[in-house]
């Protein structure tokens, strides 16, 4: 791929932060042909671990030494240090000074801009839990954009030789947008460790609950790439199976009453999924909010208007999951 970040005029690539994202893009941009000249970091071992990987990276005492050997510059420390690396370095005119906070505009960066530094952020929508996971899931990832030009189309090419895509957003939609990752990936993460507790309160260890769970949320996640929102929706309240939530929420209650709002709360959010797949009526919508706003004593008489309920028994080991 032809790119003015690797052809014609060469841009030499800097990292001031060594953790998982610096590490990440350092590595993926050298693969790409970007040279990689210096880096520093809080602690200078983190620096020279990020050094061993890409060849002829020069690891600095200081952010002032990265801005010095390099023209475009990543802050990839943890957000709350960006702006205060932006204050403390003399950007020149010219340089280029990026960060990748999902949250924050380009406004973090005004220091350097205010030096006749171009300012950017490259957000990378995507996990980065260690170095090896973030480099292989980076392919195929979308990254928010936010500069002036030329520094914008710069940023676009990056993304494209990092096999991904752009998108540019609002400044002032970038916390909102970020607000929506966290939904997406930390908040699941939250889901599963739930369903991993109550599954260890009838005694299955979290690694055998973690295996038996696994299949359904890569289906799950399977099902919104191919089937797509509403039809993906499974399970009650698609269904509009008033007797089977009120014995999820009588069993709450009883064993786990700190579950019961966030499972409420989540009950409300997916009534209209469950409406716009049409498989439930408004009638029924209706009954399901009534359901969901219920105090604790009070499904247990519902439940007893429902339908004859359906005893299901989850032995591990067998095959008897939630459809
Ligand atoms: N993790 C994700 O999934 C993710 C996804 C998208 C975007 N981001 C963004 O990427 C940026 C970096 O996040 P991360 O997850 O890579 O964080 P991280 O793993 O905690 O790494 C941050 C690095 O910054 C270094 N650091 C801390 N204070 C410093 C200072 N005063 N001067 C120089 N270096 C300093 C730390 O260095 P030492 O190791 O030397 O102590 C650490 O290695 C953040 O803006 C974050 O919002 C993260």
Same mark, same amino acid.
């Given at each position: 791929m032809r790119s003015s970040i690797t052809d014609g005029e060469v841009l030499k690539v800097g990292f001031v932060g060594a953790g998982t994202v610096g590490t990440a893009l350092a590595v993926r941009l050298f693969q790409r042909g970007c040279p990689v000249v210096a880096v520093s970091s809080r602690n200078f071992s983190s620096a020279q671990k990020l050094a061993r990987?890409?060849?002829d990276c020069r690891v600095c005492q200081t952010a002032q030494e990265v801005a010095d050997a390099a023209d475009l510059i990543f802050i990839t420390t943890p957000d709350d240090v960006i702006s205060e690396i932006a204050s403390e370095v003399k950007w020149h005119k010219g340089q280029n000074v990026i960060h990748c906070s999902?949250?924050? +505009? &380009? *406004? &973090? =960066?005004e220091p350097a801009r205010r030096l006749g530094a171009n300012v950017g952020s490259f957000h990378p929508?995507? %996990?980065?839990?260690s170095v090896r996971e973030a480099r292989d899931n980076l392919p195929g990832s979308t990254f928010v954009v936010e500069a002036e030009e030329p520094l914008l189309s710069r940023l676009k090419e990056l993304a494209s030789l990092l096999n991904g895509n752009w998108v540019e957003l609002n400044p002032g939609d970038k916390v909102l947008y970020h607000v929506a990752a966290v939904f997406v990936s930390n908040y699941l993460v939250t889901l599963v460790k739930l369903a991993l507790d109550l599954w260890q309160g009838f005694g299955v260890p979290p690694k055998e609950a973690a295996r038996a769970l696994l299949p359904l949320l890569r289906g799950t996640v399977n099902n919104i790439d191919n089937? @797509?929102? /509403? *039809?993906c929706l499974t399970g009650p309240i698609a269904r509009g199976d008033l007797g089977t939530i009120s014995k999820h929420l009588n069993a709450l209650e009883a064993?786990? +009453? +700190?579950l019961l709002t966030t499972y409420k709360d989540l009950g409300f959010q997916t009534i209209p999924i469950a409406l716009a797949k049409g498989r439930i009526d408004e009638h029924k919508a209706q009954e399901l909010k009534t359901l969901f706003s219920l /105090? @604790? %004593? =009070?499904y247990e008489a519902l439940a007893s208007c429902c339908t004859t309920l359906k005893g299901r028994t989850t032995k591990f080991g067998g095959e008897n999951f939630p459809g």
């Open positions: 990987l890409v060849a999902g949250a924050h +505009s &380009i *406004d &973090i =960066l929508l995507q %996990t980065f839990a089937v @797509g929102l /509403p *039809d064993k786990n +009453s +700190s /105090p @604790g %004593t =009070l």
